[in-house]
């Protein structure tokens, strides 16, 4: 597995698909990492190294939001995922009359993308999550909730602020508080805004130039709403490294099987194995894609969910199986113009189970 897994990815970093990567695949208590490439080109070459730390972009949606909604639900569930929004947040209708569950999974209506960092980075109020919100307010709906499904960054800005509001605390202590029912292990790393966790800029590896400071990336979270509310949201913001991804998700898996006394397999499995009608989503997860299904066909369960990360990382889980797939890298350096890898994720998958099985 290790040599096949080499081989992948040099030859992808031969392609361009990207610069550098780390790789990691659990199964059967088994684990097998291997790292290639560069973490950075500009403004010279580093080489990859098995710890470094990314920007997990939209893995922050599994792996912080949902994963911390998981742990409230069982700690203190205040929250009821089928009630209107409305009921915990004042906000305006028709938004207050969707039902949580349809931010999770995608079918609420929103928007895909808006750039409220043009505005944000020009306010000086120390509330800008609120004053997203308020935007988001102002916007009409796209499409009538539960129609049908389109991936949004707006739902989840408010599932962050739907937290902090009923939970009274910022959504990063929300999420290491949740953290600690994981056992990580020595080298694991999951955290948001690494440089002021004293985190050594060399271990993280650099995304794309900013385009206002033309400055590289490293450490900042690539996502610009999220950096101009201060780096943490359920969107984006979360950093990590292959150990810190594969334990949670590893964890994710053995509470989902029932195997672990912190996280009950009845509350994993209600966002795991939630479907809507053909829709893309589970709550929190993504469906694997047509191609995937089509390569791997009866290789894997229903039960296997993925994600994906505009940065260049992503993760795919068999949760019957317990197949767990991560990929880690900076296809966005030193610039966001690769789409390489949206062809080679599927290929990739597809390798890894075939060796595996």
Known sequence: MLTKL???IK?????EIFPGAVAGVSYKNRRYIVGGGYRALVPFLEPVE???IFDLASL????ALAFTFMYLLK???KIDLYSP???YLPIKKPLSEIPVYRFLNHTAGLKAWYPFYEELWQNKSLDKLERLIKKIEELPLEYTP???SVYSDLGYFLLTYLLEKVYETDFENLFENAKKIIIFSKKALLSFKPLEKGIDQEKIVPTSVCPWSK???RGLVEDENTRAIGGVSGVAGLFGNIYGVLDILEFLVSAYKGLDKELPSEIVSKFIDFREKNLEYTLGFMLPSEEEREFLKDKISSHTLRHTGFTGCSFFVDFEREIIIVLLSNRVHPDRNNIKIRRFRPYFHKIVVENLL
């Open 6 to 8: 080499f081989e992948v």
């Open 11 to 15: 030859k992808a970093v031969e392609d």
């Open 50 to 52: 098995e710890d470094n």
């Open 60 to 63: 922050t949606k599994p792996l």
């Open 75 to 77: 700690k203190d569930p």
């Open 85 to 87: 929004i409305g009921e």
């Open 146 to 148: 539960g129609t049908k």
């Open 215 to 217: 400055k590289i990336l």
